[in-house]
């Protein structure tokens, strides 16, 4: 939703609200997108969001509950009925429910429950046991499956009793007599084929899976890769546990994404500013996420000073040399920062498998070399232009070179260690990247100019 459309929809709700006019906010929040009033309410104080809430038929009200944070979700169920408790529960989907209660405490995962009835509690509790970012927490149980000795027609009639509860119609999953994955046919193939048919012999045999235990960012991969609309979900015997739709996997798509973008600027998601949390909370979580990273920080400049005072005769006997320290950690750090992007991106797209892993390390040196020419020739021209001495335009230039090109090398190289080590690339952060590149770039610039100061 843009912003101006969003502040429309808010001050509308506002405006009703204060007016009192109940029935017209009704029909207003009706014709909403579930999403938009998911958003609006978190811009209502705590009395005004269960005053619209209560304004929505129960099928609007469902989606709602599917769209807001787990705190929203939680706050809401506490002022609803016994019997509208039951009723939406038992109209949303079952991932939905597990994403909400997971970010609960237990006690009140167990509330919630309660209301929900013995089959769906129990497919819920399950989904709650499989470990955070694995398929099996981010699947459904609400999936169509049938015999593989079942005639169409057979096949069809359970269709439609078991459609109404159902995520997603456009798989069926074919099992055998103990639950194993067998078969999968597609609505359009049940369809058109005769009535008298077994199930067995239309089905599709090429079945393509993830286990309960795969990494949900592997799954989303799956998906992407075989354009699929859901995905069967397995255990180690092959019975089949559950499935993963399409909208589970661009949320989860975001939620990697997120997580990646905040690994590499050196901080967390708990940085996500909530209405619902306090200012001494957003800050402490900030605090809490950056630290880390900035310590190490400290570390580094502390090497880095440290490497400075054992060339401190070098840079008494020229201080124009300290002029272009920097230019040059400053340019190191933007190239090995670049590299690293697209090396990240490039292990998390499988661009990066067997042979790709020398043609990227080729590729980024070799741009680092380029780059590193081009800059270099820059920098050393400006020198001179500076009236700089030509000795330190030349040792400004060669380093300048130097340095950009053990950037991109470190820049490559570390993300590709990292996956080596089954360490997530993306912790390979900018704070990383540039410390390190710093100490290598100073090291570098100095032991050169002590060289060549010396022979001059």
Sequence with gaps: MGLLMFY???????????????????????????????????????????QVFGLLSDEKATEVLEEINSEQFSVILKDLTYEKKVTLLENMSQDDIVDKLSELSESRQQEIIAFLDYEDAADVKELLIYEEGTAGRSMTKDYVSIRKDYSVYYAIETLRAIAPDAETIYYLYVTDEIDRLVGVISLRELIISPPNRSVDTIMNENLI??????????????????????????????????????????????????????????????????????????VRNSVMSRLPWLIITIFGGLLSARILSNFQGTISS??????????????GGNVGTQSSTITVRNI????????????????????????????STLVGFAAIIMQTDFHVAIIVGIAMWANMTTAATIGTIVPLVFKKIGVDPAVASAPFITTTIDLTGLTIYFSLATIMITKG
């Design 209 to 282: 899976t993830v286990n309960v235990n795969d990494d949900q960012e592997d799954v989303a991969k799956v998906v992407s890769k075989y354009d699929l609309l859901a995905v069967p979900v397995v255990d180690n015997n092959n019975i089949l546990r559950g499935i993963i739709t399409i909208d589970d996997v661009l949320d989860i798509l975001e939620e990697e994404a997120t997580e990646d973008i905040f690994k590499f600027a050196g901080t967390s998601e708990y940085e996500i500013y909530e209405n619902d949390t306090t200012l001494f909370k957003r």
């Design 8 to 50: 429309e929809y808010l001050s509308k709700i506002e405006q009703l609200l204060e007016d009192k006019k109940d029935l017209e906010l009704h029909v207003y929040l009706e014709d909403m997108h579930a999403a938009d009033i998911a958003e609006v309410l978190e811009n209502l104080e705590d009395d005004q969001q269960i």
């Design 318 to 331: 020229n201080a124009t040399l300290a002029m272009f320290m920097p230019l040059l950690t400053g340019m």
């Design 348 to 375: 998390a797209t499988h661009v990066i498998e067997g042979t790709g892993i020398f043609r990227t390390l080729v590729h980024e040196i070799s741009v680092g070399l380029f780059v590193g020419i081009v800059c």
